[in-house]
């Protein structure tokens, strides 16, 4: 543990970008704290989302580390639950003292990337389920790093979280770069017709807490 703590502390980044964004979310302007960040590899980019209010001095941050889903966050797919679960996340983070959303595009399909991910989506057409159509194009199940979301805490002075998160191996990813995990809290969503099959996968086979 220690050793993974220094390792995420002393990981490399420049952060070269900082500014005001406002945004509308749910029919209200809301102005937050944005900054981008950069790791070593040229890829490993983040946008962090930060919501203060009264109050936020004492507060434990709740924190959300979001995956990037081009087909969920933006195109709104029905075959994952990431644009809700990115909505939730930012309802909940919008409305406490201290909330922060940290977006790591580069996570595209649990870290396989994004052509990886359409291929293993045709594999589940044929009747496979997330895990298996990853393990048939030779692709990890999960690729994902969390050494950047780290550091990016330890730079916000942020060593102690909550994380809205339902995936307990993130919690334990967390916890090895030496964040402190004092709660995991779920994030919710209704299963569809398009999804249920991977909701459920993500239940049985990986564990999630829904």
């Known amino acids: 543990?220690?050793?993974?703590?220094?390792?995420?502390?002393?990981?490399?980044?420049?952060?070269?970008?900082?500014?005001?964004?406002?945004?509308?979310?749910?029919?209200?302007?809301?102005?937050?704290?944005?900054?981008?960040?950069?790791?070593?590899?040229?890829?490993?980019?983040?946008?962090?989302?930060?919501?203060?209010?009264?109050?936020?001095?004492?507060?434990?941050p709740l924190v959300r580390v979001h995956s990037g889903c081009v087909t969920g966050d933006i195109f709104h797919s029905l075959r994952c639950d990431c644009y809700q679960q990115l909505q939730m996340a930012m309802e909940r983070i919008t409305n406490t003292p201290l909330g922060v959303l940290i977006y790591l595009p580069y996570h595209e399909g649990r870290g396989i990337g994004l052509v990886n991910k359409i291929r293993a989506y045709a594999l589940q057409d044929q009747g496979l389920d997330t895990v298996d159509a990853n393990i048939e194009i030779g692709a990890p199940i999960d690729a994902r790093d969390y050494g950047l979301a780290a550091h990016i805490l330890f730079d916000l002075g942020m060593p102690e979280i909550r994380l809205l998160s339902n995936n307990p191996a993130k919690v334990e990813a967390m916890r090895a770069e030496g964040v402190k995990v004092s709660e995991q809290v779920a994030v919710q969503t209704e299963p569809s017709l398009y999804n249920k099959r991977y909701l459920e996968t993500k239940r049985v086979r990986m564990a999630h807490k829904l």
Not at 22 to 38: S, V
């Open 1 to 60: 543990m220690k050793s993974n703590a220094v390792k995420a502390v002393d990981l490399k980044i420049d952060w070269s970008a900082q500014t005001i964004l406002p945004i509308e979310f749910r029919g209200k302007e809301i102005h937050l704290d944005a900054r981008a960040y950069q790791g070593q590899d040229p890829l490993s980019q983040a946008m962090v989302l930060i919501h203060r209010s009264e109050g936020a001095e004492d507060a434990l």
